[in-house]
T-cell receptor, first 113, second 112 residues
Framework: GENVEQHPSTLSVQEGDSAVIKCTYS??????FPWYKQELGKRPQLIID?????GEKKDQRIAVTLNKTAKHFSLHITETQPEDSAVYFC????????????FGKGTMLLVSP | DGGITQSPKYLFRKEGQNVTLSCEQN?????MYWYRQDPGQGLRLIYY???????QKGDIAEGYSVSREKKESFPLTVTSAQKNPTAFYLC???????????FGQGTRLTVV
């Protein structure tokens, strides 16, 4: 089955800096890669996703890049703000059949004012 | 708030007892999922269902059971066979498998 590795497990940045979280996956057939944000005590929520026919996707301060050859994808947050502090999860899956999302173990991002 | 509701928010169980966690959605989603979240472990899939009256085991199904008698409901039973049941349980639904998943608020189960 699919295996997703996520790094780093914790990340501390100063407000205004950029943050990058990286994930690798094992199944070359995976073609859907979402990112979820979970604030303390709250439910995970989708912030951005990318499919394998695209190399990069942006949404305001958030971007995701995908390198299918190397089997890794990354989340980039620019101009970080304290409200970006949360746990971020990457995931990967096949977009077909009974395949489901396999999540990484999460990255705790702390943005200091 | 998201259209998917889990209850209760906190649950305490004595060892040896079965307990059922509720999950209801009004999003008309076909697919529903149960995840277990432990510190540093991410989200691990327990069971999922793509359609009514059908469900599949996930990565950590041992000691758990589910049913999907109605499209909007996907209850999870934590049985006494689950050796380490204390955890945060998240239910989710999606329009179909591998589209955006919407999560409930979670149930924190503590075995006492």
């Amino acid at each position: 089955g699919e295996n997703v590795e996520q790094h780093p497990s914790t990340l501390s940045v100063q407000e205004g800096d950029s943050a990058v979280i990286k994930c690798t996956y094992s199944d070359s057939a995976s073609n859907y890669f979402p990112w979820y944000k979970q604030e303390l005590g709250k439910r995970p929520q989708l912030i951005i996703d990318i499919r394998s026919n695209v190399g990069e996707k942006k949404d305001q301060r958030i971007a995701v890049t995908l390198n299918k050859t190397a089997k890794h994808f990354s989340l980039h947050i620019t101009e970080t703000q304290p409200e970006d502090s949360a746990v971020y999860f990457c995931a990967a899956s096949l977009y077909s059949g009974y395949s489901t999302l396999t999540f990484g173990k999460g990255t705790m991002l702390l943005v200091s004012p | 708030d998201g259209g998917i509701t889990q209850s209760p928010k906190y649950l305490f169980r004595k060892e040896g007892q079965n307990v059922t966690l509720s999950c209801e959605q009004n999003l008309n989603h076909d697919a529903m999922y149960w995840y277990r979240q432990d510190p540093g472990q991410g989200l691990r899939l327990i069971y999922y269902s793509q359609i009514v009256n059908d469900f599949q085991k996930g990565d950590i199904a041992e000691g758990y059971s589910v049913s999907r008698e109605k499209k909007e409901s996907f209850p999870l039973t934590v049985t006494s066979a689950q050796k380490n049941p204390t955890a945060f349980y998240l239910c989710a639904s999606s329009r179909q498998v591998n589209t955006e998943a919407f999560f409930g608020q979670g149930t924190r189960l503590t075995v006492v």
